[in-house]
């Protein structure tokens, strides 16, 4: 049964550090703007006497803001993912872009310099297409890492008894993570 209070422990901590870690990532890197991925991140640790279940959860645009994401036919960053087809102006991505927009205040101006009121699905439509295409340097959402390193950083640091226990390995472990997410 101590064997089972260990474990327990090992991967309470684990799992703790990840997502400290993580949300530590997400504020440093800027990436925190409506605080919705930071609160979103959260684990659900179980163990049994042979097996244990350790599940990362995240909303779904994490897997991507971590990874980062291609531009359309274009392979710019180190990812699996690519943006499959041009933004449409209602598309979820265009909305989340719009969001974002406003909550940094970033506005259209005239023809006079003068700033325009609301507009935002515009602006989002605007960036969105912008990511998605790769028309500006930053093309693509390049990898941020901000829970691939901790989570690798922590993995070292699980005891060599529980990593040899249940054979784990960073890699296998780390991608049956993310998929889960993405379902």
């Not at 960053?77 to 927009?101: C, D, I, R, V, Y």
Request: no cysteine; aromatic share 12%.
């Amino acid at each position: 049964m101590s064997d089972l209070k260990n474990t327990q422990e090992a991967l309470n901590k684990f799992a703790k550090y990840v997502i400290k870690q993580s949300r530590s990532n997400l504020t440093r890197q800027g990436k925190n703007t409506t605080s919705s991925l930071y609160n979103s991140l959260d684990t659900d640790v179980k163990v049994s006497p042979n097996s244990f279940s350790l599940a990362f959860m995240m909303d779904k645009y994490g897997v991507f803001q971590d990874k980062g994401v291609n531009p359309i036919g274009k392979k710019v960053h180190n990812t699996e993912f690519q943006f499959k087809h041009f933004p449409s102006l209602n598309g979820k991505f265009a909305q989340s872009m719009a969001k974002w927009a406003k909550a940094k205040n970033i506005r259209l101006r005239d023809e006079k310099g003068r700033f325009k009121k609301g507009n935002y699905k515009t602006i989002g439509y605007i960036l969105a297409r912008s990511v998605a295409t790769g028309t500006n340097k930053n093309q693509g959402i390049k990898p941020s890492l901000f829970f691939t390193k901790p989570f690798n950083k922590a993995f070292e640091n699980l005891p060599d008894d529980l990593v040899k226990a249940f054979a784990l390995d960073v890699d296998n472990l780390l991608d049956f993570t993310t998929k889960n997410i993405l379902k």
